[in-house]
């Protein structure tokens, strides 16, 4: 080859890789978060459960229900979690208490996804997640709520 020419593609191995490397640090981002959004949803959803156990447990004690889904999603606070007792009726209600609820149903809501990755012009913008929750039946409120160790 003649060394004019050698001396003009110095430097080429370098440019392509990294234009190489750009996409694949690209992807290898993209498969990250998506790998972070769906252990996030799983979480989401098996925090709801264990909140709804911890309700009908601990007989309406809100601190152990986020306590007990904190342990699961620690981005969680008190604005982020719902739980609705239900009546006999099937309504939901303020006063029902151990001996006399139908059900509870654990919420979260409001819950954002942060990206790890920029998306759109540098930005990481939070994404919605849906609401998650989870119904648990009067049927295994039987327990005396002192004695379980999930309350404590």
Avoid at 17 to 40: E, I, K, N, Q
Avoid at 52 to 69: F, I
Avoid at 144 to 151: F, K, Q
């Amino acid at each position: 080859m003649n060394p004019a020419k050698r001396g003009a593609q110095q430097g080429a191995t370098t440019v392509e890789f990294a234009l190489v490397l750009m996409f694949y640090l690209t992807f290898l981002l993209g498969v990250l978060d998506m790998s972070r959004l769906l252990w996030t949803w799983n979480a989401a959803s098996e925090a709801t459960r264990w909140g709804a156990r911890t309700a009908v447990v601990c007989d309406r004690d809100a601190t152990a229900v986020l306590a007990r889904m904190k342990t699961f999603l620690p981005q969680l606070t008190e604005d982020n979690v719902e739980v609705q007792w239900y009546d006999a009726d099937g309504n939901v209600s303020a006063s029902c208490t151990f001996a006399n609820c139908q059900g509870v149903n654990v919420r979260i809501v409001n819950l954002d996804y942060q990206w790890l990755a920029p998306l759109g012009f540098g930005r990481i913008a939070p994404w919605p997640m849906p609401g998650f929750s989870t119904y648990l039946p009067r049927e295994i409120m039987g327990q005396d709520p002192g004695s379980a160790s999930v309350c404590s």
